[in-house]
């Protein structure tokens, strides 16, 4: 048995935010770190600073200026899927192992401002993306103890009444909507996923994980959601044993307007 450390952070670019990347590893010393919105190809990412700080094991989805996905850890990693979803490569999502675990690294799309589908394409991709990896995930991935699995990423939906600072005035507002919470349930059921995060606080308590650029007072007004979940099949719930959210990191200079979450287990 021994102890492992994940956390998922929507950088919004790493080339921009990397020396706060870094004062992170060194402060919080995760095992896995999981990135989304790396904003970068594969050619321009800052291996080499994680490299030094001892994350020599790297799986890098990049692509210009938009999207990406990196898994960095300091222990063996094998990539176990690197899968494009809804006929496009944009790449969103990379599978790897570390420990015997694996873990899955998604960045699911925001889905633009309006919530339907017939007048906004953005939103129509989104809820098609949740669908097929609902698919894929009941499929490949049924409830079985022969996989322990780790999903974790921006998934762009706050899905309880306390992960949005107003649960009436979300309710049509994408990220909260019945439809979008329907789909991210029946995603997070298909592999009988567990939310390492609220096995710690209660889902009366408030708990954001982003907090918007356009608030002039980010802290003050504090009408953040909880966009970026951590998730652990069954088997890992007895050994959940710690989970943080970084809120701090949201006001540092040039900060992202998302916030780590961390989540300690023993495997």
Known sequence: MTDLTIATWNINSVRLRIATVEQFLRDVQPDVLCLQE???ENGVFPAANFEALGYTHQAV?????????????????TVLDDRNWCSKVDC???GTSVKGVEIHNFYVPAGGDIPDPKVN????????FLDEVREWFATERPPSAAHRMVLVGDLNIAPLEHDVWSHKKLLDVVSHTPIE????????AASDFRDAVRHFVPEDQKLYSWWSYRAKDWEEANKGRRLDHIWVTPDLVPGLKAASIHKALRGVEKASDHAPVVVTMTV
């Not at 990196?70 to 063996?76: G, K």
């Not at 919470?181 to 997070?188: D, G, S």
């Open 38 to 40: 790396i904003k970068g």
């Open 92 to 94: 969103r999502h990379v």
């Open 181 to 188: 919470v329907e789909k991210y349930e029946a995603w997070r």
């Open 121 to 128: 394409e953005k939103f129509a991709h989104k809820l098609m």
């Open 61 to 77: 989805r990049g692509m210009k200026s938009y999207n990406g996905v990196a898994t960095l850890s300091r222990h063996p990693m």
